[in-house]
């Protein structure tokens, strides 16, 4: 009876159910059975006829009342023994040399994962499944509580301290993350995903660097007009000099503001950052109906800068950028021209994917590392040898299959519906770079 | 009433009835009455702060409320709820009205500090009002429409660093919650002093009817714990208003340690509102049975011992907080020991009516309802008090269904079992026995219907304290709204069902409708000015109901 807990997803999590169902089992057994009893002497013994009987002067029974103090003694020490060990299982500290540790961090309203690597993520996390994970966590600002409901484990973000979960998931599939410690305002929306993978794609997935990469490479303005959009500035300021909620970021850069208090200041730096961080301190007159948020915990330093560079750009002399696409066309209407071939390549290995099977430093991911692979020599699986000149390397990106290298599998799609010459140049010149 | 002439016919409610003679009174009875309107006022205002955001978790996604005003919500519901209504609720009415007529005094032993106490009361809730509607910040930003709503919103816990870091309303809330302990401190105090002192004579300790004894657990735990959320309180006033830095992290404070002495009040206050309901029920279901209560020394041991147990378990909130893992296992451990004296009661209070002579006026089908609930309360509590367990639970809605399993099914059903039992005796008049019976009926039904289907979402993984939520947990969320209004409609039932009696009754109550033993059946209904007409004394204990019979024990 009860049973609505949900998927078990970790090693501790059958654990947890069995002594969680042996105390529902004795809950609905001691409830029915004294409730019942109630019921039973309320019918059994209801005044009949609204004349009371003659009723006997029990005043209590010692036996009795032993019985019913040391039952539930032996049955608590029972429950609260294997609550222990099976916390203790739950906390263990892993001294498995394979397990992943991950850096989490709460914040007003987000979840940020840092891992070994560098790489780093928000709202979504991945773990390798059969493999001990441990989330060590801390706060920006205030009480958070990390909750794994598959995987049966919470615990407490607090600022100023590091606390950890730890879990072994035994079962590949995408699991819910709640802040369950209350936090302000969009605390129900403080979700994240968790999604448990094979080894396999784990490896390919923490290494695939290619989405910060980008944002770190990119010239200021163009992350300003980016973050212009993703962090929905767009809403309340408009590009074009129109008056929506908010003053428009046409021109503004430079100019003199007038505030509600009567006070003035040029727009520079120092007053765009404050206008982010904390807006309700210098309201524009005439735009003091509905109060802009606080981006403050929400956006790094170089993200500021960025909204300096993007808003000192519009001045009218060029064109508003427009919303970029969805994620996977980033950089398409990039002006590559200008790039040298080696920049070219570059490019092509951050944006094609090439990043998401090899890689930079040497580590064998689902193919062989670019690093110090031109020149090289080395046997394919068909038995034959090969040397890693122009021609190879031209020939494995247009025609991969035909030269697979040994030790590795076929998976590679041919490009050559998708790069041009100057991008298989550029990877050529780019991967000479890369020679030890 | 042409009968106030009549010398006989004058009591404590006609005696005089100007304003002033009721708001300078310092007759326990009128000051409990007092008390019972001013939380009464505060009830519904809670229960509405309630149905509103449940009428918002009706449906998945937003609906009517924003994110702020669903947190200051909950907020208003969980701190008028707690330091407003339940705090005081059956100590400062029915306590401050029976203490001294179960004793056989002539009021309590410092009737004007007991005036006091509701006076105190009075500027904590006037304090509390002020930080719901928060004209300051209002004023002083200049009319700004950003001030005009902004209550505090950091739930009815004031947990640091977001209590140092919200809106200013947390001041007056955290303020009031410190004026109102001086309160509850001062009537515990009242009460100590009153047990110790002014007992009739005959009346020794173990002829204390075990209402007395919940009430002076309760008191014991008023003025011992109360002193240290005070000083809690003040202590994060001092950090917001001085930036004295105690428990925000960024000015060197620690968030645990706010977590540790708040609960160090906030969970034995839970026992000053479970004791008093406990003690209700020991004193309605012998009435109803015609038997002593079974097992008396026991019953009273077992209120003694969870006074003394709860100050020791605080940290069973704290699982998953950051403490240490052998924190963790010694609390668990303890919280062991406040199950077993609580399951002793329970089955003391079945064991009651064996072979009673069993009828069921409202107030006995409350104390049955109120074992059900209990049973429940109780029994979740094992899944909580269970490290590993409740791990999973902490901070969901299990926990949410729990405490109101514990604290509306038993502390207010208690309130209101104890309302109907000694209304003939407070108003002098009966009530309509089947509207009270529909109203239980509906309280009963609405509020299971209400909370069992929290438990269902607690199990799912439902957080609590959450605007929005997933789509899966939406069927329950709609049994529990829909639960919550018929548990209201039976509370407004109940209520006005009393109110018309009172006011509009013809049906006079007698000295004694229930045959009961207990000494303040003794005296006229309502009873007068002082009381008692001639000095009481007793020679047994309230419970000596039926025929001795061979083994059947002593008390």
């Given amino acids: 009876m009860f049973r609505y807990l949900p998927e078990q997803a970790s090693e501790v999590a059958p654990k947890v159910d069995w002594l969680h169902h042996w105390i529902t089992d004795l809950s609905v057994f001691f409830t029915v059975a004294i409730c019942g009893a109630m019921l039973y002497f309320a019918v059994r013994y209801r005044k009949r006829d609204g004349v009371d009987h003659e009723t006997p002067r029990i005043e209590g029974n010692n036996f009795l009342e032993i019985v019913w103090t040391v039952v539930p003694t032996i049955i608590c020490v029972f429950v609260a023994y294997y609550g222990v060990v099976i916390y203790r299982d739950m906390v263990e500290v892993s001294e498995d040399p394979d397990q992943v540790v991950i850096n ?64 072994t998931p035994v079962k590949e599939g995408e699991y819910h993350t709640f802040c369950t410690e209350y936090c302000g305002k969009d605390h129900s929306y403080m979700l994240a995903s968790l999604k448990v993978v094979s080894q396999a794609e784990y490896d390919r997935w923490v290494n695939d660097r290619s989405a910060e990469l980008m944002k770190a490479s990119m010239s200021p303005a163009k992350l300003g007009a980016k973050l212009y959009y993703e962090k929905g500035c767009n809403a309340c300021h408009s590009l074009d000099g129109s008056k929506v909620v908010g003053p428009t970021f046409l021109k503004l850069f430079g100019t003199e503001r007038v505030f509600s208090d009567g006070s003035k200041a040029t727009a520079d730096e120092n007053y765009i950052k404050n206008s982010i961080l904390n807006p309700q301190s210098q309201i524009v007159e005439g735009y003091d109906a509905i109060p802009m948020p606080s981006f403050d915990g929400q956006i790094n330093d170089n993200e500021i800068t960025g909204i300096i560079e993007f808003l000192r750009g519009l001045d009218g002399s060029a064109p508003a950028p427009e919303q970029p696409e969805a994620d996977e066309e980033k950089g398409q209407g990039e002006d590559l021209s200008a790039l040298s071939p080696v920049e070219r390549g570059k490019w092509v290995y951050e944006n094609k994917l090439c990043i998401t099977c090899h890689s930079l430093d040497g580590s064998k991911l689902v193919g062989p590392s670019f690093k110090g692979l031109y020149g090289r020599e080395g046997e394919l699986n068909d038995g034959s040898t090969y040397v890693a000149n122009d021609e190879y390397i031209q020939k494995s990106i247009m025609d991969p299959a035909s030269q697979i290298v040994k030790g590795y599998q076929p998976l590679m799609p041919p490009y050559a519906q998708q790069l041009g010459d100057e991008d298989v140049q550029g990877v050529i010149e780019y991967l000479k770079t890369l020679k030890e | 009433m042409s009968a106030h002439a009549d010398g006989d016919d004058k009591n404590y409610l006609n005696c005089e009835t100007t304003l002033w003679s009721w708001i300078s009174t310092v007759d326990h009875k009128r000051i409990g009455l007092m008390y019972l309107f001013t939380i009464t006022a505060f009830f519904i205002v809670g229960g509405l702060a309630a149905l509103t955001f449940r009428i918002e978790l009706f449906s998945s996604g937003a609906q009517f409320l924003t994110p702020d005003q669903y947190n200051v919500l909950f907020t208003l519901h969980g701190a008028i709820m707690i330091f407003l209504f339940i705090v005081p609720g059956i100590p400062a009415t029915m306590g401050n009205f029976l203490l001294p007529l179960m004793i056989g005094a002539k009021d309590v032993a410092f009737p004007r500090l007991n005036l006091l106490s509701y006076y105190i009361y009075v500027v904590g809730a006037a304090m509390a009002l002020i930080a719901i509607f928060n004209p300051f910040d209002y004023i002083l930003s200049g009319f700004s429409a950003e001030q005009a709503f902004n209550p505090a919103d950091t739930g009815w816990t004031f947990y640091a660093p977001y209590s140092v870091k919200s809106g200013s309303a947390v001041v007056w809330m955290t303020g009031a919650a410190f004026v109102l302990g001086f309160s509850s401190i001062l009537t515990g105090l009242n009460f100590i002093v009153t047990v110790h002192k002014l007992r009739c004579p005959g009346m020794t300790w173990n002829r ?28 994060l006033i001092m950090e917001r208003v001085m930036g004295v830095g105690i428990f925000d992290p960024s000015m060197g404070g620690d968030p645990v340690l706010y977590e540790h002495f708040f609960w160090f009040y906030s969970h034995p206050v839970v026992y000053i509102m479970v004791l008093p309901a406990f003690g209700v029920v020991g004193e309605i279901i012998p009435v109803f049975s015609r038997k002593p209560i079974f097992g008396y020394k026991m019953v009273v041991y077992a209120s003694v011992a969870i006074a003394a147990v709860g100050f020791l378990v605080w940290a069973h909130h704290m699982f998953t907080s950051g403490i240490s893992d052998w924190t963790a296992i010694y609390f668990s451990v303890a919280t062991f020991g406040v199950a077993i004296p609580t399951a002793v009661k329970v089955f003391n209070w079945v064991s ?24 429940v309360a109780g029994t979740t509590g094992v899944y909580l008090a269970t490290l590993a367990v409740d791990v999973y639970y902490h901070d969901t809605y299990f926990v949410v269904a729990h405490f109101h399993y514990t604290i509306q099914g038993g502390a207010v059903i208690g309130l209101i079992a104890a309302l109907h039992f000694w209304f003939p005796k407070i108003s002098g008049k009966m009530y309509n026995e089947p509207v009270a019976k529909l109203a ?10 209400t909370f069992l289907p929290q438990f269902v979402l607690g ?25 919550s209004f018929i548990n209201g409609f039976g509370y407004t039932f109940a209520l006005l069902n009393l109110l018309y009696a009172a006011v509009f009754g013809r049906v006079k109550a007698p000295r004694n409708p229930y045959n009961s033993l207990s000494l303040e059946w003794k005296t006229a209904s309502p009873p007068s000015h002082h009381n008692f007409d001639e000095d009481p004394e007793v020679d047994d204990y309230p419970y000596a109901y039926g025929t001795p019979v061979e083994g059947g024990g002593h008390h």
């Fill in chain 1, 104 to 167: 989490g961090r709460g914040r007003q309203w987000a979840w940020d994962f840092q891992y070994q690597n560098g790489k780093v993520t928000t709202n979504e996390f991945v773990v390798p499944v059969n493999r001990p994970i441990r989330v060590v966590l801390t706060s920006t600002d205030v009480l958070h509580s990390f909750f794994l409901p598959a995987m049966r484990v919470k615990k407490d973000v607090v600022p100023g301290m590091y606390t950890y979960v730890s879990f």
């Fill in chain 2, 208 to 235: 204390l009817p075990v209402f007395v004894w919940a009430l002076y657990a309760t008191s014991v735990i008023q003025t011992l714990a109360t002193p240290v959320v005070g000083m809690t309180l003040v202590l």
């Fill in chain 2, 352 to 375: 009651t009516m064996y072979k009673g002579s069993i009828s069921f006026e409202t107030p006995m089908l409350y104390a049955m309802a109120f074992i059900f609930l209990f049973m």
């Fill in chain 2, 440 to 449: 239980w009926f509906l309280v009963f039904v609405g509020f299971n219907l």
């Fill in chain 2, 459 to 483: 199990m799912e993984g439902m957080p609590r304290r959450y605007f929005d939520y997933l789509p899966e947990f939406q069927p329950m969320h709609r049994l529990s709204t829909i639960g």
